[in-house]
């Protein structure tokens, strides 16, 4: 099993910053593939960004450019760096892992299988 803390998410002005981090505990694998969900109220969970253990990044269109995703083994954090946010962005943010390797749909999230409680962002 595999425990996923989020923390980084605050309120912040159109043009800001924000980096979320992700820390996992638990279970440790070598194969495994790490997400950013994002969802706004009345609307479905999207995927923002996944990394896997092959070092392969994805990123939804909307974010490109502006948001980077990092993970960082020492620490077995995930990092999302978040830079001239927008009103659009704002959601509760989550960090998602599953164990294998993602080579198909990695920004869907019905392959996931360990979720964190999410961390709210708000751009106003």
């Known amino acids: 099993h595999v425990q996923l803390v989020e923390s980084g998410g605050g309120l912040v002005q159109p043009g800001g910053s924000l980096r979320l981090s992700c820390e996992a505990g638990?279970?440790?694998?070598?194969?495994?593939?790490m997400a950013w969900f994002r969802q706004a109220p009345g609307s479905e969970r999207e995927g923002v960004a996944s990394?896997?253990?092959?070092?392969?990044?994805n990123y939804a269109d909307s974010v490109t450019g502006r948001f980077t995703i990092a993970y960082e083994n020492a620490k077995r954090t995930l990092y999302l760096e978040m830079n001239t946010l927008k009103p659009e962005d704002t959601a509760m943010y989550y960090c998602a892992a599953t164990p294998i390797v993602l080579t198909v749909s990695p920004l869907k999230a019905r392959p996931y299988k360990y979720w964190g409680q999410g961390t709210q962002v708000t751009v106003s």
């Open positions: 990394i896997d253990s092959d070092g392969t990044i």
């Open positions: 638990g279970n440790i694998y070598s194969r495994w593939t």
